[in-house]
């Protein structure tokens, strides 16, 4: 009888997390998966099984330009991600020496999520917009002559909104991979005579990959999803699939946005799957 | 050793189930049905409102909780939301405050119950245009688009269909609405606004603004359209797959040449636009042009020679309520109506389904300054104590039958709703 406890008990422990797991994120997902087959009348939707939503999308030129949009937000707000976090965290985790100022160094990252995504939003209006600060310093100083239009209300601007949130997403475990690079290892290799950029390329970086990984895999599913910062950001003018997804909903088509979510989940885990493939991360948990 | 068998596991396990099952019957929200007893006293009623942040505001609520002695909870939402909760969440709300455009979609739905005109005191002394049509032979009597009277009455108590003449059966009950037109900034605008079309203007390259919203925005962007002679409508208010292709198509070529500066979805987010001097013109909804003014920025809300496009919002009643529930809610439709409310929301510059009941209420020079158009005789301040308007000054537009008359649209669910949706998304994808 104590045996049978035995064998029961990681399964009962498991279960209460099992249960939620299952009532608020598989069958979620479930009804979405079944409601995408649904009709609708811009009232009501009526069950059916019909692919007339994915035909819809996957033979709209607006869908495909949408996805096109998406992936471009995609891979620029991962590289930049990338390209900030990789020296910030270098910096944080090799150049800094006293533990209490990296603490606070890398508590400053965390900045801006100290006040509320619309808040932050609205304050780009008076740095970047026609009479903002940037153009005002700009005018001064005699660069243009003109007041620059595209840094607000432009694909630079939802990158820029984008690469401002969601850096330190990428920062956090870059950093932490960095911080368990075992130091022996540098010194090693710098007595046998590698260079820094040696180092760097032998050592550094593949030993960062995993935190690579997973902070890509934040960055690419936030973005992916993303629909407040393309708006505000945008000025509505811009398209991204959760903007999409967005419309829909308010316009109560709710089995083609159903439809959209179901492929933008399956692109998403394509995406995430590749990079589980190209990079193990089991070494960093 | 602890007594634990898979049998006793098992008897534990359904019994612990059994007991859940059996508790969630009567969770508050879902009382066990059982007799009503008919004695409730209106006082112990909660009357649950969903609407827009239009009239969802806590003075209102709290001099009707002072009035009729029972209780008002106010959900505000978006437009949008505030259609999806009607039609998809019916228990989550007894009244519901919406626009006459959003009734055809949520009539179908049965979610909301006929109201007798002839329980409703004033009834008879709401505005024409919605009780019958007419408005002494003014354009509004012949606008285009979901006009209240075309959604207001149903045929009977519990059809679901829209009657063309008046029946005792309403809909909703008016007590809000505008005429809405573009708004511009004077100091960085260099010539009157005069036309829909100054939209379009090459001037305002990149210094313009619509609306994100399919049914409203679509109506604007017609009047635009039409008034610069680019293309001409049956009914702009019910557009055909062929006209809805043609609009998108100039809009888009618009938005290539880049006379939009952005599009904006809620209220502060065109009194961002306008304030910044992002955007010298847009489309705009009265109060936005008021908030925009209150920063001490010159804002004028034009008048515009092809007219007006008009929205109008009531109160409808759940389909469930009865008994107590439903003489408060018909108890709070004739204090609605009182004047009150009416001139609460008429210092704000929205008009009163009732303007006969809202004048008790507000001052001669109120009056003369928000409904006739007269210069205001001294400063006009809203219900929240912030001076609107010096005194001297006149209202954009003139006087009620002015504004009102010179309707042209109403805010639309056209038949094509869904291809419109698809083709709208086209034009802020491209």
Not at chain 2, 206 to 214: N, W
Not at chain 2, 265 to 276: A, G, I, R, Y
Not at chain 2, 280 to 309: D, F, H, N
Request: charged letters at 15%; a negative charge.
């Amino acid at each position: 009888m104590y045996k049978s406890w035995k064998v029961l008990q990681p399964y009962l422990l498991a279960t209460p997390q099992t249960l939620i797991f299952l009532m608020f994120l598989v069958f979620p997902i479930l009804m979405i998966f079944v409601v995408s087959f649904w009709q609708f009348n811009g009232y009501a939707m009526t069950p059916a099984f019909t692919f007339e939503n994915y035909v819809n999308i996957f033979s709209s030129q607006v869908s495909l330009a949408t996805y096109l949009n998406t992936f471009k937000y995609v891979t620029l707000v991962w590289g930049l991600c990338v390209a900030i976090a990789l020296p910030v965290s270098y910096y944080l985790a090799f150049c800094i020496k006293r533990e209490s100022i990296r603490v606070l160094l890398f508590l400053l990252c965390t900045i801006p999520f100290w006040t509320s995504n619309i808040i932050r939003m609205i304050s780009w209006i008076p740095l970047l917009g026609r009479e903002g600060l940037v153009n005002q310093a700009l005018l001064n100083l005699n660069l243009v002559q003109q007041p620059v239009e595209w840094l607000l209300y432009s694909d630079f601007a939802i990158v820029l909104g984008m690469v401002h949130l969601y850096n330190f997403f990428m920062i956090a475990p870059v950093f932490n991979s960095m911080m368990r690079i075992d130091r022996t290892l540098i010194t090693a290799a710098r007595d046998m005579g590698a260079s820094g950029f040696e180092v760097l390329k032998e050592i550094i970086l593949p030993l960062t990959a995993p935190g690579m990984a997973i902070g890509s895999i934040f960055v690419v599913t936030l973005t992916m999803g993303e629909y407040v910062t393309v708006r505000l950001m945008g000025g509505g003018q811009a398209a991204s699939i959760g903007k999409l997804i967005s419309t829909q909903i308010g316009s109560l088509q709710y089995p083609l946005a159903a439809a959209n979510a179901v492929i933008l989940l399956l692109f998403t885990l394509v995406m995430v799957t590749g990079i589980l493939r190209v990079v193990d991360i089991q070494k960093e948990l | 050793m602890p007594k634990f068998t898979r049998r006793r596991l098992l008897q534990t396990g359904l019994a612990t189930g059994a007991a859940l099952a059996t508790a969630r019957c009567g969770t508050p929200n879902n009382p066990a049905p059982g007799p009503e007893v008919n004695t409730n006293s209106i006082k112990d009623v909660t009357l649950r409102f969903i609407g827009t942040g239009v009239a969802q505001i806590n003075d209102i609520r709290d001099k009707a909780q002072e009035d009729l002695g029972f209780k008002i909870e106010l959900k505000a939402l978006s437009t949008e939301e505030n259609n999806q909760i009607a039609i998809t969440q019916p228990g989550q709300y007894d009244m519901f405050d919406g626009e006459y455009f959003s009734l055809p979609l949520v009539i179908p739905s049965g979610n909301l119950q006929a109201i007798d005109v002839k329980r409703i005191k004033s009834f008879d002394k709401i505005a024409s245009f919605f009780t019958t049509g007419d408005f002494n032979g003014l354009p509004v009597e012949t606008a285009q688009g979901t006009a209240p009277i075309k959604v207001m009455y149903l045929s009977d108590q519990n059809s679901s269909e829209f009657s063309a003449t008046p029946t005792d059966w309403a809909t909703l009950i008016p007590f809000q609405y505008n005429a809405d037109t573009l708004g511009y900034r004077p100091d960085l605008v260099d010539k009157e606004i005069t036309s829909w079309a100054d939209l379009f203007d090459p001037a305002f390259n990149g210094k313009t603004s619509i609306l994100d919203i399919p049914s409203i925005g679509i109506m604007d962007a017609a009047l635009v359209v039409e008034a610069a002679g680019l293309m001409t409508f049956g009914d702009k208010g019910n557009m055909t797959r062929e006209e809805i292709d043609q609009i998108t198509e100039i809009l888009i070529e618009k938005k290539r040449e880049g006379q939009f500066r952005a599009f904006w979805k809620t209220f502060d987010e065109s009194v961002n636009l306008m304030s910044s001097g992002e955007v010298v013109l847009q489309s705009m909804w009265s109060p936005a042009v008021t908030a925009v003014k209150a920063q001490g920025i010159e804002c004028v809300y034009a008048p515009l020679k092809e007219g007006y496009r008009a929205w109008g919002g009531g109160i409808g009643m759940s389909a469930a309520l009865e008994g107590a529930k439903l003489d408060a809610a018909y108890a709070y439709m004739d204090w609605l109506l009182d004047g009150w409310v009416g001139a609460f929301l008429g210092r704000q510059g929205y008009y009163s389904a009732v303007p006969e009941n809202a004048k008790k209420f507000m001052s001669a020079e109120e009056w003369d300054f928000w409904y006739e158009g007269k210069p205001a005789a001294v400063d006009m301040v809203d219900p929240f104590g912030k001076t609107l308007e010096k005194a001297g000054a006149v209202r954009d537009g003139g006087s009620f039958e002015e504004r009102m008359g010179n309707v042209v649209v109403w805010n639309s669910t056209m038949d094509e709703q869904v291809y419109l949706v698809q083709k709208w998304n086209e034009f802020i994808a491209a």
